[in-house]
């Protein structure tokens, strides 16, 4: 017997929908995509970071000697598997997102034990590594969008973590260029960087999109 046609468009819809849905679930860029779309703001950017801003962010970190590491903003994850695949066997990575869907995601693909996800804010950064027992880390790796946050959001967090890095550490942290807001009002990040880090360096990564600045803040 013939379908009749309104079922057949039906089922086209379903068939579209669950294949929207699984490749929500089952491909990190459009998991990340379809996130950043619901809030742009927070996600900060369309797509995850490419192999060499990874790199651009890591190569600071003596990962020999680093045991505690903590990435801020984990995302899809796209710098925590690169994390984990320089860490110490004996080294622990603490990484913190603050949207549960990519908290499910990357805890369905990453399973090593050196890998401790955290959901919540970065803001609570201090309080994540007390309740672990941990006071200091030897690495943060952030990729929080600073810029799209509030002033005193962003202050809090990179005061946390300044208060939570060990004075020998490190802190990578990259902003993307911005070449439609210069001026007066533009998020000058490396100056912002600088209010809680002695040395701070800058470098260009232009093979991500959109391309960004990585800073390397030693306290
Ligand atoms: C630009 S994305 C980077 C994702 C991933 N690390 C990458 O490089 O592809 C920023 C991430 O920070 C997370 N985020 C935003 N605000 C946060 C906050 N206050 N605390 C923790 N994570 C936050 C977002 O959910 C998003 O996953």
């Known amino acids: 017997m ?19 849905h699984s490749s929500r679930l089952h491909n990190s860029h459009s ?5 950043s779309l619901q809030s742009l703001t927070v996600t900060a950017s369309l797509f995850p970071s490419s192999r060499f801003l990874a790199s651009a962010l890591l190569r600071p970190i003596d990962f020999s000697k680093a045991r505690v590491i903590v990435e801020l903003g984990m ?6 598997r690169e994390i984990l695949r320089r860490l110490h066997p004996g080294s622990v990575l603490y990484a913190v997102d603050i949207n549960p869907a990519f908290l499910a995601h990357v805890q ?6 050196r890998f401790v996800p955290i959901l919540g804010g970065a803001e609570h950064l201090g309080l994540f590594l007390n309740q672990r ?28 973590a300044a208060d939570h890095l060990s004075p020998d550490g490190v802190l990578t942290q990259y902003q993307y260029l911005q070449f439609n807001t210069p001026g007066p009002h533009r998020f000058r990040e490396k100056d912002f960087l600088h209010e809680y880090f002695r040395e701070v ?12 600045n990585v800073f390397t803040c030693r306290p």
């Open 133 to 160: 027992g941990i006071d200091r880390a030897d690495a943060i790796v952030s990729s929080l969008g600073l810029s799209s946050m509030g002033p005193d959001l962003r202050s809090h967090i990179v005061r946390q």
């Open 75 to 80: 995302g899809t994850g796209a710098i925590t």
């Open 2 to 20: 013939k379908t009749p046609p309104h079922k057949r468009l039906d089922s086209r819809h379903n068939t579209r929908l669950r294949w929207v």
């Open 108 to 113: 369905r693909r990453i399973h090593d034990i």
């Open 31 to 35: 998991l990340f995509f379809f996130q």
């Open 201 to 212: 360096d800058a470098e260009r990564v232009i093979w991500n999109l959109p391309p960004a």
